[in-house]
T-cell receptor
Framework: EAQVTQNPRYLITVTGKKLTVTCSQN?????MSWYRQDPGLGLRQIYY???????DKGDVPEGYKVSRKEKRNFPLILESPSPNQTSLYFC?????????????FGNGTRLTVT | AQSVAQPEDQVNVAEGNPLTVKCTYS??????LFWYVQYPNRGLQFLLK??????LVKGSYGFEAEFNKSQTSFHLKKPSALVSDSALYFC?????????????FGTGTRLKVLA
């Protein structure tokens, strides 16, 4: 089944403790992206990647890192999480970098930072 | 700057009635426009898109949307609402002339279809 898989689904952590949210897609998509969803703000892009070893900042990259060492994986790294990063996170992928094909989303990771 | 506006936080409609979820956008060039739907505890699912061509676009689950360039709008419509259409709907735009490879999403509109 074609899908985007995020893990974990739920994560509770403390301020300053490094964490990684994994994202993997099995559709051989070139484009991958991370978003955070907050009430009243919709989805905001954190980082995106157009291919292996090619990443770029979205609208809210502060406090996050990403890497794209393999085409299928695009982990999101929070080196020192803070409470304002409590949010619902989505990974998404698209088969073409021109983005005239739709995004495929994972089921989300709900992160709570205390 | 690129932006997308969904002016209604919530839309209520009776089952069987037509529904409209509004979206307006602001981009400097020609847009790619999309609608996505989010059900509880799930990621967003693609409904339909406008790239070029006919202004009326048909998508999944009986939804359609009309691209209006002069009004910079891309409203989502369905002739007859179902209770199962109740969900959170997002409009998204990509400015093809911006040189960036990213979407801008609206803030979402919660659709509630009443039985």
């Amino acid at each position: 089944e074609a899908q985007v898989t995020q893990n974990p689904r739920y994560l509770i952590t403390v301020t300053g403790k490094k964490l990684t949210v994994t994202c993997s897609q099995n559709m051989n998509h070139e484009y991958m992206s991370w978003y955070r969803q907050d009430p009243g703000l919709g989805l905001r892009q954190i980082y995106y990647s157009m291919n292996v070893e090619v990443t770029d900042k979205g609208d809210v990259p502060e406090g996050y890192k990403v890497s794209r060492k393999e085409k299928r994986n695009f982990p999101l790294i929070l080196e020192s999480p803070s409470p304002n990063q409590t949010s619902l996170y989505f990974c998404a992928s698209s088969w073409d970098r021109e983005l005239n094909s739709p995004l495929h989303f994972g089921n989300g990771t709900r992160l709570t930072v205390t | 700057a690129q932006s997308v506006a969904q002016p209604e936080d919530q839309v209520n409609v009776a089952e069987g009635n037509p529904l409209t979820v509004k979206c307006t956008y602001s981009v400097s060039g020609n847009p790619y426009l999309f609608w996505y739907v989010q059900y509880p505890n799930r990621g967003l699912q693609f409904l339909l898109k406008y790239i070029t061509g006919d202004n009326l676009v048909k998508g999944s689950y009986g939804f359609e949307a009309e691209f209006n360039k002069s009004q910079t709008s891309f409203h989502l419509k369905k002739p007859s609402a179902l209770v199962s259409d109740s969900a959170l709907y997002f409009c998204a735009v990509r400015d093809r002339s911006s040189g960036t490879y990213k979407y801008i999403f609206g803030t979402g509109t919660r659709l509630k279809v009443l039985a």
